[in-house]
C-alpha cells in the first residue's frame, strides 16, 4: 500500500495539530496502521495505531493527548496532536500493513510514507 502524509509543520508549544495518512486503497483492504516518530537523532518509535476493526493503541507517552482515527470513505487516518509539548518534535510516518504480537504493533518494513516534519517551538 501506498502511503502519503500530511499535515505537519511549526505549532506553539501547548498547540495543537492534525496529521492525515492517505491510503492507496481502502481502508478495509488493510490489516492495521499506526503511526510512528523520529526525533532529532533518535530511533524510530511507535505513536498510535488502529486496526481494521477500530481498536486503537497508544504508546503511553501520547495517552490522553493523541487520537488517531479514521475515515474510510477518504482512505485516510489521523493523528490528533493536543497539548503539544517540544519533546514531540519529530518526522511523523504512518505505516500500513502491520500486525499485531502480544497487542504490540508490528510494523510492515515494505509500507512506509514519506514522512511530514512536526516541529513545536516554545
Known amino acids: 500500500v501506498q502511503l502519503v502524509e500530511s499535515g505537519g509543520g511549526l505549532v506553539q508549544a501547548g498547540g495543537s495539530l492534525r496529521l492525515s495518512c492517505e491510503a492507496s486503497?481502502?481502508?478495509?483492504?488493510?490489516?492495521?496502521m499506526a503511526w510512528y516518530r523520529q526525533p532529532p537523532g533518535q530511533q524510530r518509535e511507535f505513536v498510535a495505531s488502529i486496526a481494521r476493526g477500530g481498536t486503537t493503541t497508544y504508546a503511553d507517552s501520547v495517552k490522553g493527548r493523541f487520537t488517531v482515527f479514521r475515515d474510510k470513505d477518504k482512505n485516510t487516518v489521523y493523528l490528533q496532536m493536543n497539548s503539544l509539548g517540544v519533546e514531540v518534535t519529530a518526522v511523523y510516518s504512518c505505516n500500513g500493513e502491520g500486525t499485531y504480537g502480544s497487542g504490540d504493533y508490528l510494523p510492515n518494513r515494505g509500507s512506509w510514507g514519506q514522512g511530514t516534519q512536526v516541529t513545536v517551538s516554545s
Open positions: 486503497r481502502t481502508l478495509s483492504s488493510i490489516n492495521a
